[in-house]
């Protein structure tokens, strides 16, 4: 029954890659921007957590640094976007890939820089190495577990952030019609700041956490864009919860590719599932974009 | 001292000039109509107002203050609200939600959802549907109260009856009293020039980028209005 | 130059239609006479120099190619890469395995760019924008994984050509890497010469003028689809060229080095200094590569950091790079790709009124 484990781990993987990939969706979203420089920024955020349990005098457990990671990013996505890429925004394509490419080779760099490129972890607990058994040949980490729970939480708190609140509608409107929310009374420039400083928080969660689950190095930032994207193109755009499914189909594929062929397989077929779906079904699984 | 103020007001695109140096006064209870043809400019002196567009000479006054070099935001905030060419609802949002994201700067005033409701009753069975499946007449009255939710003091009304049924039409023009009773300035600016005469208190007839004529309805023979509309002298 | 007809417009003054000035001619003129010099430079020149210029055309042609892409057919690629690799690894395959001469294998090397083109493009072109820009860095990963994973061609640690070593040993490095500096000439004057044509053709002012706009552009009889194909397909037979040459030089395969991002972190850089969407723009920008590469490459890390910097402060003030800087100030191209409206007054000659450079909006 190891293909069975393989599955379910996968499905867990699902929801770190959801959490990478909400980040990524929010942005497009809400000021068409996709940002290359997306998948550094998370690693970048995983170093943060290694500076704040490494640095103290009290060597905490990395899970107590989430929140501090996370307002942290906040401010920084915050400042990032008013302080430049609001500059680039409706100024098309290109810019923003460029600019944010940019960025991209400008984080991993320093990051090389600053912690050399070798891989190093965020210390592990007494509870990120336990797991839950179901039977024989049926374990699983309760790292992963949370790791989802977390992805469904934040996806369904974002929901309702988006539904409910004033805040939530000024996003959805701007995401819309930039202009037309102008004229009634929205900032955008603050709107897109705050979006930013929304999708980095998210994708902190999800750095610090994969920082305790594996371990991590500069480069990483590329791999963690891409399979943020595959997730985001496979369950469709303008849909969390198909980020979700995105996410979870993503990383089935890599752990059955994985169990299968052997762990040097595991990304590709990854890619190779995106690549059918896309080539099937180019606007996602979950796609829900409204036309006027 | 009157509500809106354009001096000397010069904008352009990029070179070419759409305004030149315009001189118009509103004052607080009027209904006061932009005419004129395609491209005279009418739209660019409400994009203008709203703070879309901003002039490369003169000053745009509201309550004798400048506003010129204030983001959209801030004249929302200030009391102009704005129903733009097109309509331009959210179209992913519901009708309700669009109401409330015209009170997204909370301006104290007379103006509700429900207020709203009761003034287009067509908009009530309406309040849960998406935006994108509306009519072209329910979108714009659902504009129209879109921009009341910010209790402006002025509202800037871009072609509304562009695409509409007459009967659309009238019961737009219909609403406009009550807009006032609330204290409402309306500048609109309509290509249609026959229906917009029957309400209007002034009208300015623009033609490339200047104003040709202006005056009250009443003082205007039609000739006249036809000439400068063409600029046929 | 072409001169179409004189129109009479309805003011009565004359006009006519230019693409160059006579500053063109001489130009043109004087721009044979560097080809001919960088044709015979091997013989007279240093193989240090000669190497070095063989970069030189490499990182050009690619920059040009990018250009082409983004300017003639709207498409942002970060994947070049994977053309790039796939080049290498076919100029191995038919020197090592077939046995053909690697100096003709280059031909193979960019046909097999030109074929893998198609497959990925009908993918990425399913994409929009940025997300068709990281759907062909997932296109490269997915040919780097691939071939990572062939043992024969050396997995993960590459493997040496010995074809072309061989040809070292039998020729002389000065005579191999002359011929390898005369294909990446080659490779670069090509790059040049299709973006000069297809840029200046009718269907690329169209899609100029007409950016993003697919109705507009289909309505002036221009076939989308197929424009954007047919400039995938040269890219990637073009980047692939550049990674036979590149393989030719290095004597080697290896495919984190053919594979890498920083082929597309390098040419980004060179077409935003240079200034997108000129054809000159390129070369001002790998001349300003190669000199800070030279003086700072050493740097290491901190090299990257500067390059990426660079390249996002260029983009966010000067969005027309150096180039559109110097075109703003002087209002002249080397390679003319606007039209020249000249009025011809009554009585003067006729004064020229410039339009269609390089537009900054459209960038």
Known sequence: MEWVSAIIQGILLGGLYALFAVGLSLVFGTMRLTNLAHGDLTVLSTYVALIIVGSGAVRFNPLYSIPIVMVIMWVLGYALQRGLLNFIVQKGDVQGVIVTFGISIVIMNALQEAFTPNSQRLPVGELESRSITISDQLAIGWLPLIIFILAVVVIAVLQLFMNQTKMGRAFRAVSDDQEAARLMGINTKHIWAVAMGVALLIGAIGGVMMGIRTTFHPMLGSDRLIFAFEAVIIGGMGSSWGTLLGGVILGVAQLLGSFAFGPAWATLCGHVVFVVILALRPQGLLAKTVTA | ?233 | MKTPGTTVTKDGRRHSVSVASKANLIILGFGIAVLIILVIFPFFGSTEWTRRLVDFFCYLALAELWNLMLGYAGLISVGQQGFIGIGAYTLWLFSDIVGINPLVSVVFAAVGGAIIALPAAALVFKLRGGYLAIGTWVIAEILRLIVSNIKRAGGGSGINITATSQMVQSLGPDAWYSRVYWWALAGAFIAIVVTYLLLRSRTGLALKAIRDNDLAAESCGVNLWRTKLYTYIIAGAGCALVGAIQAMYTLRVHPGSAFSVNWTAYLIFIVVIGGIGTIEGPIIGTVVFYVLRETTSQWGTWYFIALGLLAIVVTVWSPAGVYGWIIKKTNFMLFPLQRKLRLADGEGPPAEVAAGGPDEAAV
């Open chain 2, 1 to 233: 001292m009157s509500l809106l103020q354009l001096e000397g007001v010069s904008v352009y695109y990029e070179d070419f000039q759409a305004l030149y140096d315009l001189d118009v006064t509103i004052e607080e209870g009027e209904i006061f109509a932009c005419i004129g043809a395609n491209g005279a400019g009418k739209s660019t002196m409400l994009k203008t107002v709203a703070g879309v567009l901003t002039p490369k000479r003169g000053r745009v006054l509201f309550d004798g203050q400048p506003i010129d070099h204030l983001p959209p935001y801030k004249r929302v905030e200030l009391g102009i609200s704005s129903v733009p060419e097109g309509r331009r609802v959210f179209p992913s949002l519901t009708v309700h939600e669009n109401l409330l994201i015209g009170g997204y700067r909370n301006r104290k005033g007379s103006w509700t959802t429900d207020g709203v409701y009761d003034l287009f009753p067509l908009l009530q069975p309406l309040k849960k549907r998406q935006a994108a499946g509306l009519s072209g007449g329910e979108q714009q009255a659902l504009a129209i109260g879109r921009a009341l939710m910010a209790n402006p003091r002025l509202i800037l009304m871009d072609e509304v009856s562009l695409g509409l049924a007459p009967v659309v039409i009238k019961r737009i023009y219909e609403a406009f009293p009550a807009l006032l009773k609330s204290g409402c300035t309306i500048l609109v600016v309509e290509q249609d020039v026959q229906h917009v005469l029957t309400v209007a208190t002034h009208v300015a007839c623009f033609l490339e980028g200047r104003i040709a004529l202006q005056g009250a309805p009443s003082e205007l023979t039609s000739e006249q209005i036809t000439a400068a509309y063409f600029g046929v002298y």
